[in-house]
Nanobody, 116 residues
Framework: QVQLVESGGGLVQPGGSLKLSCAASGSPIRFNVMGWYRQAPGKERELVAT???????NYVDSVKGRFTISRDNVKNTVSLHMNSLKPEDTAVYYC??????????WGQGTQVTVSS
């Protein structure tokens, strides 16, 4: 059974930085896509950033230039470096992975709060 375990969320002041990390365990599956989604209160879950196994990235416009995604295909890990954080980045961030059969996996979520 595949498990995605996130770490690194927390409280940060506007303009600050955080790094989210996610590790997949429980299976030798290699994922086609790994990335991050987020869901703010009262809003739908949205894509934040994804990276394919070939290193193609995709970012939501609101985080371009501030967030950077990276992954280790061998270790099955994905990270999100978040800089210049804004209050509107406050959300629960979910690690996401999709295998070559298009099955999707989700982490349990980690809270990121940007507030002074």
């Amino acid at each position: 059974q595949v498990q995605l375990v996130e770490s690194g969320g927390g409280l940060v002041q506007p303009g600050g930085s955080l790094k989210l990390s996610c590790a997949a365990s429980g299976s030798p599956i290699r994922f086609n896509v790994m990335g991050w989604y987020r869901q703010a209160p009262g809003k739908e879950r949205e894509l934040v950033a994804t990276m394919t196994s070939g290193a193609t990235t995709n970012y939501v416009d609101s985080v371009k230039g501030r967030f950077t995604i990276s992954r280790d295909n061998v270790k099955n890990t994905v990270s999100l470096h978040m800089n210049s954080l804004k209050p509107e980045d406050t959300a629960v961030y979910y690690c996401h992975a999709q295998d070559w059969l298009l099955k999707r996996y989700w982490g349990q979520g980690t809270q990121v709060t940007v507030s002074s």
